[in-house]
């Protein structure tokens, strides 16, 4: 009920502040109004300012390693279940894996001329692994 409520009233403004909402999303911000008690306005503000805090870190790990990095909704979704939810675990997490990524991430701009990539579920549950993968089948191809 309160994922209806939401989409209801707070859609247009997930919208205007360019937040695609995803079902796990959804269940996030309505488990986090019920948690908390807290106002579905607040709950939304709240996941706003934390997507704009993945966004920036998005950009911070692409000035660190050379190369444009996003995440995958998948990506975003799995951050955004990490507890806590908070704008300080979110900042630690994105310098583990600038400094995890920044090695491989140069190899690929600098060997293969790669200059984007998009970080999957992966990327964010075994940083090292993903990366590994990720450099070891692009020198394969």
Avoid: W
């Avoid at 996003?70 to 908070?86: C, G, N, Q, V, Y």
């Amino acid at each position: 009920r309160l994922q209806e409520l939401i989409i209801s009233k707070r859609q247009k403004y997930l919208h205007d502040n360019a937040i695609k909402i995803t079902p796990t999303m959804l269940s996030l911000m309505a488990k986090q109004c019920q948690d908390q008690i807290l106002d579905i306005s607040d709950a939304c503000e709240i996941f706003v300012d934390i997507i704009n805090h993945i966004k920036e870190c998005e950009k911070n790990i692409s000035a660190k390693c050379g190369i444009h990095v996003t995440f995958s909704e998948d990506a975003i979704d799995r951050i955004l279940a990490r507890h806590p939810l908070k704008q300080s675990a979110i900042h630690s997490l994105c310098e583990t894996l600038a400094t995890t990524f920044e090695y491989g991430f140069g190899l690929l701009q600098q060997k293969k001329g790669i200059d984007q990539v998009v970080i999957p579920v992966s990327g964010i549950d075994n940083p090292e692994l993903y990366i590994n993968d990720l450099v070891r089948n692009a020198f394969r191809e």
